[in-house]
Structure formats: C-alpha cells, structure tokens
C-alpha cells in the first residue's frame, strides 16, 4: 500500500505560481515513478510530468518550460512547481505513483484555478 497526500492547489492570476507537494508514505520502495496528472473540466485526464527512480522527467509540451518536478527524497515528497501559470492550466492535479502494475496509486487531487 503507497498513500498519496496533495496539498498547494489554490487560486491564482495568470503569470503567477503555485507549488503542488505530494507526500508519500508506506511500501514506496515498490514505486518506480511519480508523476502529476491533471484533468480539466470536460476534459480527458492529462500526464503533466513524471519522475523516475532514476531522476529522470518528462512533461507534457503543453507545460514544458513553465513546470519543475523534482523531489526530495528525505522527506519522500514529490512537487510540482508550477509557473507562468495560464487560464488553460486550471484542472484537478492529482499525483500518482508508477509501480510494476501501471499508474497503481493516487492522490486525492487539488483544485488548482488560474483566473484571466
């Protein structure tokens, strides 16, 4: 069992930043990646970007240049720092865990909404 526990949605300006953390806690020996998905109202749900074991990352094009996931491993915390927010950004995050199964475990999911 992995559980997942976001916190940092919020509301923000266009241009402005947030930073989403995801803690976890239990067997995380077992994950291979974590990563931060979205969904926007309407819309199907969207991998932002993922980080490997081996610290490797990968983001959405959508996102590229404007969002930084990193972790600190100390802490088994994983964040999503988010800039140069845009309106089209506003959707759910959820982070989620990658085990040997697929995309095994996930967030409750924070509301982020960036106003025009």
């Known amino acids: 069992q992995v559980q997942l526990v976001e916190s940092g949605g919020g509301l923000v300006q266009a241009g402005g930043s947030l930073r989403l953390s995801c803690a976890a806690s239990?067997?995380?020996?077992?994950?291979?990646?974590m990563g931060w998905y979205r969904q926007a109202p309407g819309k199907q749900r969207e991998l932002v970007a993922e980080?490997?074991?081996?610290?490797?990352?990968n983001y959405a094009d959508s996102v590229k240049g404007r969002f930084t996931i990193s972790r600190d491993n100390a802490k088994n915390t994983v964040y999503l720092q988010m800039n140069s927010l845009k309106p089209e950004d506003t959707a759910v995050y959820y982070c989620?865990?990658?085990?040997?199964?697929?995309?095994?475990?996930w967030g409750q999911g924070t509301q982020v909404t960036v106003s025009s």
């Open positions: 239990g067997s995380i020996f077992s994950i291979n990646a």
């Open positions: 980080i490997t074991s081996g610290g490797s990352t």
């Open positions: 989620a865990a990658l085990s040997a199964t697929g995309w095994s475990y």
